[in-house]
């Protein structure tokens, strides 16, 4: 990600293929577009077992890594991090790195989801929610070392073992690992301390107005704490867009898109604050006062029933007005 200048990722909706938002050929064929435009640098997928389902992952990764040959490959946030085995996981995402040359961009996350799905999906594997975070930065060690160790033995509160050695080992060194954090900002500290302490950056969510310049103002803090420069930190704001002329029905149609997607949990203000919707004009004024606040990358996820045309409209009407 270059320092200073703003870059866009572009997110593909996989839980969208129940309910006819599109199907995984058209997806993937709009990844192989954005593969081939300048205007992208990355490409994201969700990820969740059993809170949030949809196809999963690690094997849609696998065949984006075929598909594209240049976006860097993510996953934000990785939801299940915390209930994955961190030794089949490390194999995997070096597997991954292998296959792509390089590419992989993980974000991890806690996955907590209000409403007791994280806690029942969680309960399957015999994790409470409460545990999902110390799990998170535990199982980052752990690949950490996995990823640059032959041999490794860890003593951890979850997990013990001893002699292990994955291969292959990720071409990226060292591979990054991200984590995803939006809490509120009344909130923050403890989960902001995390990703100031553990994380290579930050990913976040809008989902109030000036909830992203009010975290990464307090993460800014923590990352000095830390001895890190916040003006080198990397970030991104998973972001949705839907541009349409009249700026009420794009904002109707995400809402529409959104309580599909994860239930009726966002209140038309929230909807608003996450989504830069309205006249190509309008998104890009929306997407400017991410930036303002402090985004450096932004990956954006079309809230629409239509993605061919929406996606058009991104790359030929949108995104020239903040790059060009």
């Not at 309960?123 to 930065?137: L, P, S, T, W, Y």
């Not at 080992?169 to 995390?194: G, K, V």
């Not at 608003?272 to 985004?295: F, K, N």
Request: glycine share 8%; aromatic share 10%.
């Amino acid at each position: 990600m270059p320092t200073g200048k703003v870059s866009f990722g572009f997110t593909i909706p996989q839980r969208g293929v129940f309910f006819d938002i599109a199907t995984w050929p058209q997806m993937l064929a709009l990844a192989r577009d954005a593969d081939k435009n300048p205007l992208f640098d990355s490409i994201w997928v969700g990820d969740s077992v059993m809170a949030k389902p949809r196809p999963e992952s690690i094997a849609l990764l696998g065949a984006l890594s075929s598909a594209t040959e240049r976006l860097r490959l993510g996953v934000g946030c990785m939801a299940s991090f915390p209930i994955r085995d961190p030794i089949v996981f490390a194999y995997q995402w070096a597997t991954l790195d292998l296959i792509s040359s390089g590419r992989m961009q993980l974000a991890a996350c806690t996955g907590i989801v209000a409403g007791g799905v994280s806690a029942k999906e969680g309960g399957v594997f015999g994790i409470k929610d409460g545990q999902r975070g110390n799990r998170m930065a535990e199982n980052i060690a752990i690949c950490r070392r996995l990823w640059n160790e032959d041999n490794v033995s860890f003593a951890g509160k979850y997990r013990s073992f001893e002699g292990v050695t994955i291969t292959p080992r990720p071409i990226q060194q060292p591979c990054p690992i991200w984590i995803a954090a939006n809490p509120p900002p009344n909130q923050s500290e403890i989960p902001l301390r995390r990703v100031a302490r553990i994380a290579d950056g930050w990913m976040t969510v809008q989902i109030f107005p000036g909830m992203l310049g009010a975290l990464w103002s307090k993460l800014s803090d923590y990352l000095k704490d830390e001895g890190k420069d916040p003006a080198t930190f990397p970030n991104i704001a998973y972001h949705n867009i839907n541009i349409n002329p009249d700026r009420n029905a794009a904002l109707d149609e995400s809402k529409r898109f959104l309580d599909l997607y994860y239930g009726p949990v966002f209140a038309p203000q929230m909807v608003e604050a996450w989504t830069a919707a309205g006249t190509p004009a309008q998104c890009a004024d929306h997407l400017r006062a991410l930036i303002r606040d402090g985004a450096k990358s932004i990956t954006l996820r079309i809230t629409s029933w239509d993605q061919r045309g929406q996606y058009d409209r991104l790359v030929n009407e949108v995104l020239p007005l903040l790059l060009g």
